[in-house]
C-alpha cells in the first residue's frame, strides 16, 4: 500500500519514525526547533521529542557538523541540518577533512555515521543565498551523496541515511517541497543509498537529471512528446557512488544525452556524467552531449536576471531538439 | 595523607609503582622520538614527523589522571599520547614506517595515531580541527547519561582559529563534559605565540564562554596529573567543560623540514638546562626517596631495549597489503558502477 505525501511531509516521516526506532538519533541544527526549521520540515519536533533531542544550536556550521562527527563516534546518530547548502562552506573542513576520511584514515577502526541535511535552491535571493553545491561534495571519496527528488526517495533515503553507517550528504530542495508522490506504508521502508532510476522510458534521447532538473526533464519530456519525439528521463538521484551504468545501459538505446543540473556547467556534475559515458560509450553517440546549467554569473537579485541564470523546461526543450540535430526554435541563454 | 614514607611524595595521592611508570612513560617517550628523528634521517620515515621531545610531562600527567573510558583526541602531534596511554611501542613505530602492523595499518603515519579500543579517536591534523569533535564526544557521553569526559589536546596555535571558539562556545552554553587541554609550546610551528595571539595567555580565552580556566607549568608532571584530576572531576560531576594552559616547550623543530629561523639556541638551550621535565621529575623522584638511582637506570635501560625492538619490528613488518588500497572508503557495500 502507498499513501500520496509531500516532499516535505515524506522528510518528516522519515525523520520521526526513525526518532522513535532509535533513541540515539538527535537532530541538530540552526532554528530547528523552537522555529520549527526554516523550511518547516522539523516544525512541531520540539515539542514532540524535547530539546535534548531536537537541539537549536548557535549559528556555528563548521561546529555543528564537527559536533555531530564526535557525537557519532560517541554511539549517537546526529542528523544535522546545514539551513541552506551555501552555508555548508563553513562546515567544508570538518566535511571534507574529518566526516569524509575517519573511517579510511582509521584503517577502519570506526566510522562517522552523521546525515548532513542540507538544502538547494533560489528564488531571489541573490548571490550568496542561491548556489548549487552538489558536485563539492560529491567529489570526495568518504561521503555517500544523495539527491532525491521524488517524496518516496526522500523518505527511503532518509532513513537509510540514518540506519547505514557511512556519513551521508543529503540535499534537498527548496522548490519541490511541496511537490507530491507515492510513498509506501510500512516503518520499515528503507531504500539503498545508491542506483539511478528511468522515470520515463523513450527511444529518441537520454535526459539525466536530479532534484529540480528532474521535473524540468519531465515537463521537456511531455511537451516534446506532442511532437512524437520520445525521451528516456533518468533521475539521478544519488550524485556518489555515481551510478553510470544505468545512464549508459540508456544511451545505448537512445544514442543521445542530454544532462540538466542547475549548478555552473564548468567543473560540474554533468561533466562528470560527460566523461564517463564517453569513456564507456562513445561508439553508441550519434551526438555531443548537451548540458543545460545555469549561467556562470553570481546569482543577481532582480527577477528578469535570475530567471535568465537557472535552466528552464524551455532550455531542456532546445537541448533535445541539438542533440536531434532539430532547427533551433529557442535561443538558447549562454 | 603521609609525606615523608619512602616510595612517596608529599602530598601526591601516586604509588610507587604508579610514579615509575609515569618515569618510564616519560622517557620511552623521549627515546621514542629520538630515535624517530634518526629513522627519518636514514629515509625510514617520510612525510610530517612532529617529534614531542620536550612535551613528555603533559601526556603522561593528563594520561595518568583520565580514567579508562574517557575519550581522547589529539592534535597531530600524537606520539607522546599514545605511548602514555600504554599502546605497543612497536605498532606507533611501525605506523611512521607505514607498514602493516602499523597502529592504523600505515594509513595515517605521524599525524593519525588511533585505538579505538583505548577511546583514542585519532589525532588530527587540521589545526584547531578536533575541538568540535572532542565537543560532539562530551554531547554523546552527556546525551546517553555516562560519566566519560572528551579530552581535547591541541596547541597555542588552535586558540586563535574559529573552530576553537565554536567549540568552546557549544561545550560551555550545552554544559559539556569536556575538557580542553592547550598545550602552550610557545610557537605555532615557525610562529611566535606574541607574533599570533592578542592574548598572550591561552587560558584567558576561556572565560569569555564562562568556562573555568587555570595555567599549569607543563614541564612539572606531578601537577599537569593534579590540575587534570581535579579539572576532570568537575567535569565529570556535571559542571560542564573547563580548560587547562600547560606551559611547555619543544625542543625540536615544528617538523623535522623544520630550519628553526625564528627562535635562538640559546632559548632552546636554556629550556633544555632549567626545565627539561624528565630531569625535573628525576631530581624528585630521587630526592624524595622514591627510588634509587639503579631502579631510574634500569628503567631507562629498558626503555633503550623496548624502542630498539620497536624499530626492529617496525623494520621487518611487510607493507600494506596493496589489495587493501580502496578498503574502508565506505562501511556499507556498494553495488553501483
Known amino acids: 500500500m502507498a499513501r500520496e505525501l509531500t516532499y516535505r511531509d515524506a522528510l518528516r516521516e522519515a525523520l520521526r519514525e526513525e526518532m522513535y526506532r532509535d533513541e540515539r538519533v538527535f537532530l541538530m541544527g540552526e532554528d530547528i526547533g523552537a522555529y520549527g526549521g526554516s523550511y518547516a520540515v522539523t516544525r512541531g519536533f520540539l515539542q514532540e521529542f524535547g530539546p535534548e533531542r531536537v537541539r537549536d544550536t548557535p549559528i556555528a556550521e563548521l561546529g555543528i557538523v564537527g559536533l555531530g562527527i564526535g557525537a557519532a563516534i560517541g554511539g549517537l546518530r546526529p542528523v544535522v541540518e546545514l539551513m541552506t547548502i551555501n552555508f555548508s562552506l563553513l562546515a567544508m573542513d570538518q566535511i571534507v577533512n574529518h566526516l569524509a576520511k575517519i573511517y579510511y584514515m582509521f584503517n577502519g577502526q570506526f566510522t562517522a555515521p552523521v546525515v548532513v541535511r542540507t538544502v ?23 561521503l555517500r551523496v544523495v539527491a532525491p527528488a521524488v517524496p518516496k526517495d526522500a523518505k527511503g533515503f532518509l532513513k537509510a541515511a540514518i540506519r547505514g553507517n557511512d556519513p551521508v550528504i543529503f540535499i534537498e530542495h527548496s522548490l519541490i517541497y511541496r511537490n507530491r508522490g507515492e510513498v509506501p506504508d510500512g516503518e520499515d521502508f528503507v531504500l539503498p543509498l545508491e542506483g539511478a532510476e528511468v522515470r520515463r522510458e523513450g527511444r529518441d534521447v537520454t535526459i539525466v537529471s536530479w532534484l529540480r532538473g528532474y521535473y524540468l526533464a519531465l515537463g521537456a519530456a511531455e511537451e516534446l512528446a506532442r511532437e512524437g519525439i520520445e525521451c528516456e528521463i533518468i533521475d539521478l538521484r544519488v550524485l556518489r557512488p555515481l551510478d553510470i551504468e544505468t545512464i549508459v545501459r540508456s544511451v545505448q538505446k537512445t544514442n543521445r544525452l542530454v544532462i540538466v543540473e542547475e549548478g555552473w556547467k564548468s567543473y560540474g556534475v554533468g561533466a562528470e556524467i560527460a566523461a564517463a559515458v564517453q569513456e564507456r560509450a562513445i561508439d553508441y553517440l550519434d551526438a555531443p552531449i548537451m548540458r543545460v546549467a545555469s549561467v556562470e554569473v553570481p546569482m543577481p537579485y532582480a527577477r528578469n536576471l535570475e530567471r535568465l541564470v537557472v535552466p528552464n523546461k524551455d532550455k531542456v526543450v532546445e537541448a533535445v531538439r541539438e542533440v536531434l540535430y532539430q532547427r533551433t526554435l529557442v535561443p538558447v541563454a549562454r | 595523607m603521609t609525606s615523608t614514607v619512602d616510595g ?11 610514579l615509575l611508570e609515569m618515569y618510564r612513560l616519560m622517557v620511552l617517550i623521549r627515546r621514542f622520538e629520538e630515535v624517530a628523528a634518526e629513522q ?42 599514545a605511548l602514555a596511554l600504554g599502546l605497543d611501542p612497536r605498532r606507533c613505530m611501525a605506523e611512521l614506517f607505514g607498514k602493516a602492523t602499523g597502529l592504523v595499518g600505515g594509513r595515517g603515519g605521524s599525524m593519525h595515531f588511533a585505538d579505538a579500543s583505548k577511546h583514542f579517536w585519532g589525532g588530527y591534523a587540521i589545526v584547531a580541527g578536533l575541538l568540535p569533535i572532542a565537543a ?19 596547541g597555542d596555535g588552535a586558540t586563535n582559529n574559529g573552530a576553537f571558539h565554536e567549540a568552546l562556545n557549544f561545550a560551555s552554553l550545552w554544559k559539556l563534559p569536556v575538557l580542553f587541554l592547550c598545550e602552550n609550546n610557545q610557537y605555532g610551528m615557525g610562529t611566535a605565540v606574541t607574533h599570533a595571539s592578542a592574548v598572550r595567555e591561552m587560558y584567558r580565552k576561556a572565560c569569555a564562554y564562562d568556562i573555568p580556566a587555570e595555567q599549569v607549568d607543563g614541564q612539572d608532571v606531578l601537577a599537569v596529573y593534579e590540575v587534570t584530576k581535579r579539572a576532570l572531576e568537575h567535569c565529570r560531576n556535571g559542571n560542564g567543560p573547563y580548560f587547562i594552559e600547560a606551559l611547555t616547550y619543544r625542543y625540536r623543530g615544528h617538523s623535522m623540514a623544520d630550519p628553526e629561523t625564528y627562535r635562538s639556541k640559546e632559548e632552546v638551550e636554556e629550556w633544555r638546562r632549567q626545565r627539561d621535565p624528565i630531569v625535573l621529575f628525576r631530581q624528585k623522584l630521587l630526592s624524595h626517596n622514591v627510588a634509587t638511582e639503579e631502579e631510574l637506570a634500569a628503567l631507562n635501560q629498558a626503555v633503550e631495549e623496548a624502542v630498539a625492538e620497536a624499530v626492529r619490528f617496525a623494520e621487518e613488518s611487510p607493507e600494506p597489503d596493496p589489495e587493501t588500497l580502496t578498503q574502508y572508503v565506505y562501511a556499507d557495500p556498494i553495488t553501483v558502477h
Do not use: C, W
Open chain 2, 40 to 81: 627519518y634521517a636514514l629515509g625510514k620515515i617520510a612525510g610530517f614527523l612532529h617529534l614531542y621531545i620536550g612535551e613528555e610531562a603533559v601526556a603522561v600527567g593528563a594520561i595518568r589522571a583520565m580514567d579508562p573510558e574517557d575519550h581522547l583526541v589529539t592534535h597531530y602531534r600524537d606520539h607522546g599520547y
Open chain 1, 120 to 142: 538547494e535552491g533560489f528564488g531571489q535571493l541573490a548571490a550568496t543565498h542561491s548556489q548549487f553545491f552538489e558536485n563539492y561534495f560529491a567529489y570526495v571519496p568518504g
Open chain 2, 136 to 154: 560532539g564526544l562530551g554531547l554523546a557521553s552527556k546525551y546517553l547519561n555516562q560519566r566519560r569526559v572528551a579530552v581535547a589536546i591541541f
Open chain 2, 8 to 18: 612517596q611524595l608529599p602530598g601526591v595521592a601516586l604509588t610507587k609503582s604508579e
